[in-house]
């Protein structure tokens, strides 16, 4: 099942600059996609969202876009903090009953100082 | 900030032992969800909850796995008849309405079948 897939396992970004992570997605009935963040031994973090009816989102560092012809969004993080440094997972959920989450398979930020 | 709080963090079973692995959703929450992650896999989506009726169920919520909401703020997820593939980490969510809306995780009881 590779409806909601995040094709770099891994990013490594400088302490300042931007950082992006990409998610792409095939299914056309998601209309509500997500950002968590998550630490070793934890559960996932809410980070940021969108509903398809906008293009962008922002959220003090973190601004999610979303291309729905393309059917792509990333998240963008700047300036990208050390603190920052953990696996961002992107999760995608459509007008069914439900309301299941679809997950990427993750990305794994690291922020070297 | 409420948090999603979920007992015991770790869970060790014998094959074929019945586990119940327990959540605390939010105060105001008013739809609970399962899911897992088998190591280096995804996280899949197992049931949501809402209303004391199972709202939707993936394909691995089959006959073995059930939810309850005993009581006011307690939601559980119990395994009747544990298998070796059911070794995974169990994250509970919640959400405070149907759509459009973050679900908020707890840190997941990590689940080992020997």
């Known amino acids: 099942d590779q409806q909601v897939k995040q094709n770099s396992p891994s990013l490594s970004v400088q302490e300042g600059r931007i950082s992006i992570l990409n998610c792409d997605y095939t299914?056309?009935?998601?209309?509500?996609f997500l950002w968590y963040k998550k630490y070793p031994a934890e559960g996932p973090t809410f980070l940021i969202s969108i509903s398809s009816i906008k293009d962008k989102n922002e959220d003090g560092r973190f601004t999610v876009f979303l291309n729905k012809s393309a059917k792509h969004l990333s998240l963008h993080i700047v300036p990208s903090q050390p603190g920052d440094s953990a696996v961002y997972f992107c999760?995608?959920?459509?007008?069914?009953?439900?309301?299941?989450?679809?997950f990427g398979g993750g990305t794994r930020l690291m922020v070297k100082p | 900030e409420p948090e999603v709080t979920q007992t015991p963090s770790h869970q060790v079973t014998q094959m074929g032992q019945e586990v119940i692995l327990r959540c605390v959703p939010i105060?105001?929450?008013?739809?609970f969800y399962w899911y897992r992650q088998i190591l280096g896999q995804k996280v899949e989506f197992l049931v949501s909850?809402?209303?004391?009726?199972?709202?939707?169920k993936s394909e691995i919520f089959d006959d073995q796995f059930s939810v309850e909401r005993p009581d006011g703020s307690n939601f559980t997820l119990k395994i009747r008849s544990t298998k070796l593939e059911d070794s995974a980490m169990y994250f509970c969510?919640?959400?405070?309405?149907?759509?459009?809306?973050?679900?908020?995780f707890g840190d997941g009881t990590r689940l080992s079948i020997l």
């Open positions: 299914n056309s009935m998601f209309d509500y």
């Open positions: 909850f809402y209303n004391n009726e199972i709202s939707e």
């Open positions: 969510a919640s959400s405070v309405r149907y759509s459009n809306q973050p679900q908020h």
């Open positions: 105060s105001n929450h008013l739809y």
């Open positions: 999760a995608a959920s459509g007008n069914n009953a439900g309301n299941m989450l679809t």
